[in-house]
Protein backbone atom coordinates (compact mmCIF):
# COMPACT_ATOMS: atom_id res chain seq x y z
CA UNK A 1 0.00 0.00 0.00
CA UNK A 2 2.43 2.58 0.72
CA UNK A 3 4.15 2.24 -2.92
CA UNK A 4 1.09 2.57 -4.64
CA UNK A 5 1.12 6.06 -2.53
CA UNK A 6 4.11 6.64 -3.35
CA UNK A 7 4.16 5.90 -6.72
CA UNK A 8 0.41 8.17 -7.14
CA UNK A 9 2.68 10.66 -5.21
CA UNK A 10 5.24 11.43 -7.54
CA UNK A 11 2.38 12.12 -10.63
CA UNK A 12 0.62 14.27 -8.48
CA UNK A 13 3.86 15.85 -7.72
CA UNK A 14 5.37 16.58 -11.01
CA UNK A 15 2.51 17.66 -12.78
CA UNK A 16 1.66 19.95 -9.50
CA UNK A 17 5.14 21.45 -10.22
CA UNK A 18 4.76 21.78 -13.92
CA UNK A 19 1.49 23.77 -13.67
CA UNK A 20 3.41 25.90 -11.03
CA UNK A 21 5.92 26.86 -13.04
CA UNK A 22 3.50 27.49 -15.94
CA UNK A 23 5.02 24.83 -18.12
CA UNK A 24 2.72 22.39 -20.61
CA UNK A 25 3.09 18.92 -21.06
CA UNK A 26 4.93 20.04 -24.61
CA UNK A 27 7.41 22.63 -23.17
CA UNK A 28 7.92 20.15 -19.81
CA UNK A 29 8.86 17.56 -22.86
CA UNK A 30 11.15 19.75 -24.52
CA UNK A 31 12.78 20.37 -21.18
CA UNK A 32 13.40 16.51 -21.01
CA UNK A 33 14.03 15.87 -25.12
CA UNK A 34 10.78 14.06 -25.22
CA UNK A 35 7.71 14.70 -27.23
CA UNK A 36 4.32 15.88 -25.34
CA UNK A 37 2.71 12.25 -25.36
CA UNK A 38 5.52 10.49 -23.79
CA UNK A 39 5.29 13.11 -21.18
CA UNK A 40 1.84 12.70 -20.60
CA UNK A 41 2.29 9.54 -20.25
CA UNK A 42 4.57 10.25 -17.61
CA UNK A 43 2.97 12.13 -15.81
CA UNK A 44 -0.49 9.80 -15.69
CA UNK A 45 1.82 6.87 -14.23
CA UNK A 46 1.02 4.90 -17.85
CA UNK A 47 4.80 5.05 -17.98
CA UNK A 48 7.71 4.81 -15.55
CA UNK A 49 10.32 8.10 -15.59
CA UNK A 50 13.75 6.93 -16.29
CA UNK A 51 15.78 8.16 -13.62
CA UNK A 52 17.41 10.41 -15.25
CA UNK A 53 14.36 12.69 -16.27
CA UNK A 54 13.57 12.80 -12.48
CA UNK A 55 17.12 14.10 -12.12
CA UNK A 56 16.57 16.97 -14.65
CA UNK A 57 13.36 17.57 -13.24
CA UNK A 58 14.48 18.15 -9.99
CA UNK A 59 17.21 20.32 -11.02
CA UNK A 60 15.21 22.13 -13.08
CA UNK A 61 11.96 22.26 -10.43
CA UNK A 62 14.68 23.39 -7.69
CA UNK A 63 14.09 20.16 -5.70
CA UNK A 64 15.27 16.97 -4.74
CA UNK A 65 14.17 13.21 -6.69
CA UNK A 66 13.65 12.50 -2.65
CA UNK A 67 10.71 14.65 -2.58
CA UNK A 68 9.36 14.17 -6.66
CA UNK A 69 9.08 10.32 -5.35
CA UNK A 70 7.28 10.83 -2.27
CA UNK A 71 10.49 9.64 0.17
CA UNK A 72 10.11 13.36 1.59
CA UNK A 73 7.56 16.02 2.19
CA UNK A 74 10.18 18.57 2.12
CA UNK A 75 10.90 20.22 -1.20
CA UNK A 76 13.66 21.82 -0.34
CA UNK A 77 16.42 20.01 -1.18
CA UNK A 78 19.93 18.74 0.71
CA UNK A 79 22.90 20.94 -0.06
CA UNK A 80 24.40 19.53 -3.29
CA UNK A 81 27.68 18.45 -3.92
CA UNK A 82 29.50 20.13 -6.51
CA UNK A 83 30.21 18.48 -9.88
CA UNK A 84 33.50 19.81 -12.21
Do not use: C, W
Not at 42 to 49: A, H, K, L, V
Amino acid sequence: MLFVVMYMTVFQRIRDLRQDADLNQTQAGELLGINQNTYSRYERGIQPFPIHHLITLALFYKTSVDYLVGLTDDPIPPKRKRTK
